[in-house]
Nanobody, 115 residues
Framework: QVQLVESGGGLVQAGGSLRLSCAAS????????MGWYRQAPGKQRELVAI???????NYAESVKGRYTITRDNAKNTVYLQMNSLKPEDTAVYYC?????????WGKGTLVTVSS
């Protein structure tokens, strides 16, 4: 499996930007996909963006055009660039890595968007 460490969360005003990072260590060669999820208070965890080994990406409708997921293979790190943030983007953001036989979650990083 892999260990995932997220960073980059914080407090930002509406309309601002943040970049989240997720550094992976361990069995990184077996990762097939890495994604960002978020969970707002009282809500279920939802997929925000996903990157696959083939290089494809996919986004939740609510963040399309505002968020961008990228991966730096040399650093084994996945980034989530978040622009034009809205108060409804406030949540704990989690990184997840998937292989064919396991998955791993990071501990999350809090993003708070003030109005």
């Amino acid at each position: 499996q892999v260990q995932l460490v997220e960073s980059g969360g914080g407090l930002v005003q509406a309309g601002g930007s943040l970049r989240l990072s997720c550094a992976a260590s361990g069995s990184i060669f077996s990762i097939n996909a890495m994604g960002w999820y978020r969970q707002a208070p009282g809500k279920q965890r939802e997929l925000v963006a996903i990157w696959t080994r083939s290089g494809s990406t996919n986004y939740a409708e609510s963040v399309k055009g505002r968020y961008t997921i990228t991966r730096d293979n040399a650093k084994n790190t996945v980034y989530l660039q978040m622009n034009s943030l809205k108060p409804e983007d406030t949540a704990v953001y989690y990184c997840k890595a998937d292989s064919t036989s396991w998955y791993s979650w990071g501990k999350g990083t809090l993003v708070t968007v003030s109005s």
